[in-house]
T-cell receptor, first 111, second 114 residues
Framework: GQQVMQIPQYQHVQEGEDFTTYCNSSTTLSNIQWYKQRPGGHPVFLIQLVKSGEVKKQKRLTFQFGEAKKNSSLHITATQTTDVGTYFCAGRGTNAGKSTFGDGTTLTVKP | ETGVTQSPTHLIKTRGQQVTLRCSSQSGHNTVSWYQQALGQGPQFIFQYYREEENGRGNFPPRFSGLQFPNYSSELNVNALELDDSALYLC?????????????FGNGTRLTVT
């Protein structure tokens, strides 16, 4: 079945440093979604990418979808303490059906 | 706009017992999905309900069952609880049943099976 892997599992940064998490799928995806889960909270939808090579920005967050539609990344510029949480990607295969979540990258930010 | 609400927030059950978890979808959303999230892992898809019928199921045994009501609220039932069922159970509603519709999650029910 479809597998979605995220690296790294954990990332500790100093406030102001950049952060990147990578999402890799074993199969070609029709779309990918990104979610953020704060400690003790629930996943919150951030964005969806659909097109090959697509790049979307939300303030300090930049999301990319790979040309082959098998990988994606989330980059945060100049992290802040409010960025703390676990970032999940969820990829949907081209054969339709449900999206598969990765196991997330947990970001901690030291003030 | 009312968000997704789940009850109860926490639950402790004994192995072999049965449990029912409840979810009210966000206003304007007609589709509800249930996920199991074990500690340190991503949400795992259990099933989705649309118009009171199951509309897709993940790799979970039949002792996991659900219902959706005319007001789009939903229940997750788990029979014959096992220790490995201990997890955070998340309900997510979406505007329609397409799998690329963004999911709006509730705060979850933390189930502990002893």
């Amino acid at each position: 079945g479809q597998q979605v892997m995220q690296i790294p599992q954990y990332q500790h940064v100093q406030e102001g440093e950049d952060f990147t998490t990578y999402c890799n799928s074993s199969t070609t995806l029709s779309n990918i979604q990104w979610y953020k889960q704060r400690p003790g909270g629930h996943p919150v939808f951030l964005i969806q990418l659909v097109k090959s090579g697509e790049v979307k920005k939300q303030k300090r967050l930049t999301f990319q979808f790979g040309e082959a539609k098998k990988n994606s990344s989330l980059h945060i510029t100049a992290t802040q303490t409010t960025d703390v949480g676990t970032y999940f990607c969820a990829g949907r295969g081209t054969n339709a059906g449900k999206s598969t979540f990765g196991d997330g990258t947990t970001l901690t930010v030291k003030p | 706009e009312t968000g997704v609400t789940q009850s109860p927030t926490h639950l402790i059950k004994t192995r072999g017992q049965q449990v029912t978890l409840r979810c009210s979808s966000q206003s304007g959303h007609n589709t509800v999905s249930w996920y199991q999230q074990a500690l340190g892992q991503g949400p795992q898809f259990i099933f989705q309900y649309y118009r009171e019928e199951e509309n897709g199921r993940g790799n979970f045994p039949p002792r996991f069952s659900g219902l959706q009501f005319p007001n789009y609220s939903s229940e997750l039932n788990v029979n014959a609880l096992e220790l490995d069922d201990s997890a955070l159970y998340l309900c997510a509603s979406s505007r329609d049943r397409r799998y690329n519709s963004p999911l709006h999650f509730g705060n979850g029910t933390r189930l502990t099976v002893t």
